[in-house]
């Protein structure tokens, strides 16, 4: 049913109803428990001190069954190709806990996920971008170069979780795995009102095919949506045409500003690579789109990626 404009005000002021009430009067989350970065000094978020509880009335449609089908959904693909490099892939679903972040950790053959229902639970997540949230953290152990400190870390460092697991993993997860809902046609998307223009015609662009033309519509709005989320924490809120102009002189390992993050989930949705063509972990070149192999479109942002010779 399509809503009025009362009751889409009615909506809009819930929601921020609900957010200042989440932002009052909560407890500081301690920094050295996130580890997004190899450091421990933040999640997929900055250390903050916003808490979502499990009784909080969901805004975003996920409840504790799809926060836990998502993640078994990405963990049903990837564990096995976690295992044929020595791993075993290890996610704690911790629905219940409060913290709007999660990260991912590295004991020796264990490769850990940690997803918090906090982050869940968060109005602007919606269950497409919690998928690449889960996606992101497993980018640090799989996405490859470049990696954390030129190299010497084991973790992927956060453009690149960005870009793999916009481009490898979400469009891997849809593609091979069972839908959920049970149904759901990503060739909905092609006609969906709601889709971001820029989006629409870049997508219809970029890709021949109709069903990746429709799977980059769904995942660069999960992008949106995901980037939304990093801008309720500080600064604009990012849009689709108005890119990142900014240009790093070295790749920048941190989490890049919203704006910079939208901007490659965008492009890594553009990127027409396949998504079985692995990356490296020592040549950023391999399965990604670079320009040198021709690739106008899916390129790393200049805003944290600082391209090699050859690229």
């Known amino acids: 049913m399509k809503a009025t404009r009362g009751t889409q005000k009615v909506r809009k002021s819930a929601l921020s109803m609900l957010l200042a009430a989440m932002m009052s009067g909560m ?10 970065d190899v450091d421990g000094k933040s999640g997929i978020l900055p250390p ?6 499990m009784f909080t009335k969901s805004l975003n449609g996920i409840d504790e069954k799809m926060f836990g089908a998502i993640i078994d959904r990405v963990s049903s693909v990837y564990a096995p190709i976690v295992a044929k490099k020595g791993g075993t892939l290890n996610v704690e679903k911790r629905w219940s806990d409060d913290t709007v972040n999660a990260f991912a ?6 490769w850990s996920l940690h997803m918090f ?5 968060h109005p602007a997540v919606t269950p497409d971008a919690f998928m690449l949230v889960v996606c992101h953290e497993l980018g640090h152990q799989l996405g490859g170069a470049p990696k954390y400190n030129a190299g010497r870390d084991w973790a992927a460092d ?9 481009m490898k993993c979400m469009r891997r997860v849809i593609t091979e795995s069972p839908e959920i809902p049970a149904g759901f046609t990503n060739r909905s998307r092609l006609a969906d009102p709601s889709i971001d223009p820029t989006v629409q015609s870049s997508c219809l662009a ?16 999960a992008g949106k949506s995901l ?3 990093f801008a309720a924490f500080g600064g604009p809120a990012p849009k689709f045409d108005t890119p990142d102009k900014s240009v790093v002189k070295v790749t920048f390992d941190a989490h890049p500003k919203s704006q ?19 990356t490296s972990d020592t040549d950023p070149k391999v399965g990604v789109c670079v320009a040198s192999d021709g690739y106008k479109l899916g390129l790393r942002p200049l805003c944290w990626y600082k391209p090699g010779k050859g690229e």
């Open 27 to 36: 407890a500081f989350i301690s920094p050295a428990a996130m580890a997004c």
């Open 227 to 229: 980037a939304d989320l």
């Open 206 to 221: 970029a890709h021949r095919d109709s069903a990746d033309q429709a799977l980059c519509l769904r995942i660069g709005m």
């Open 158 to 166: 956060e453009g690149q979780a960005d870009y793999w697991g916009t």
């Open 48 to 53: 903050n001190n916003m808490r979502i509880n």
């Open 105 to 110: 950790d590295r004991q020796g053959s264990t």
């Open 117 to 121: 229902g906090g982050l869940a639970r």
């Open 260 to 278: 910079c993050r939208l901007d490659t989930y965008f492009q890594a949705s553009l990127c027409a690579k396949p998504y079985l063509d692995d």
